[in-house]
T-cell receptor
Framework: AQRVTQPEKLLSVFKGAPVELKCNYSYSGSPELFWYVQYSRQRLQLLLRHISRESIKGFTADLNKGETSFHLKKPFAQEEDSAMYYCALGTGANNLFFGTGTRLTVIP | DADVTQTPRNRITKTGKRIMLECSQTKGHDRMYWYRQDPGLGLRLIYYSFDVKDINKGEISDGYSVSRQAQAKFSLSLESAIPNQTALYFC???????????????FGPGTRLTVL
């Protein structure tokens, strides 16, 4: 069965420090991985997807099939990065399985 | 701007009552979804619909039903609400015309439902 694990419910970093939000998945097929973000008083929205291989707002994420991971990274955290981050797994039927989320707080 | 809207935004009801949550979209997307969000559990898929004649159960469909009245409207019903259905409910849409198996989903603002 498919599963997405985000081990950290809360993560606090200082402004300018590197940040890494962890995501591990379990899926027997060919996965598509996404990061969604919800800023305060805003809707849940797509941040990035692994097939795009792009950097959004300074964030990157690499799919590591050997470790079944899709960790989200940013070298220098900004205050505006404070938000709830969800890792999501797409299984080929246009359905997404979400992790439990990590609330990131960037301390000024 | 094209949008996904949900009504009501907040609802308090009693155990045993029938509740309908409505979702409308002006994005022209054919695919629509209902999720519930619980603290510590993330978002879980309740039902999804790929077009007006297509309805599919998600991970946690028990106790819920849906109706796709038109391409733009997808309603979620709780036939007899119970307290453990207290949650934040999200509607989402996606566009099948966009290439790729799993397409970006666009979320509504959410409906906070409390069942007493």
């Amino acid at each position: 069965a498919q599963r997405v694990t985000q081990p950290e419910k809360l993560l606090s970093v200082f402004k300018g420090a590197p940040v890494e939000l962890k995501c591990n998945y379990s899926y027997s097929g060919s996965p598509e991985l996404f990061w969604y973000v919800q800023y305060s008083r805003q809707r849940l929205q797509l941040l990035l997807r692994h097939i795009s291989r792009e950097s959004i707002k300074g964030f990157t994420a690499d799919l590591n099939k050997g470790e079944t991971s899709f960790h989200l990274k940013k070298p220098f955290a900004q205050e505006e990065d404070s938000a709830m981050y969800y890792c999501a797994l797409g299984t080929g039927a246009n359905n997404l399985f979400f992790g439990t989320g990590t609330r990131l707080t960037v301390i000024p | 701007d094209a949008d996904v809207t949900q009504t009501p935004r907040n609802r308090i009801t009693k155990t045993g009552k029938r509740i309908m949550l409505e979702c409308s979209q002006t994005k022209g997307h054919d695919r629509m979804y209902w999720y519930r969000q619980d603290p510590g559990l993330g978002l879980r898929l309740i039902y999804y619909s790929f077009d007006v004649k297509d309805i599919n159960k998600g991970e946690i469909s028990d106790g819920y039903s849906v109706s796709r009245q038109a391409q733009a409207k997808f309603s979620l019903s709780l036939e007899s609400a119970i307290p453990n259905q207290t949650a934040l409910y999200f509607c989402a849409t996606s566009d099948a015309r966009v290439s790729g198996t799993n397409n970006e989903q666009f979320f509504g603002p959410g409906t906070r439902l409390t069942v007493l």
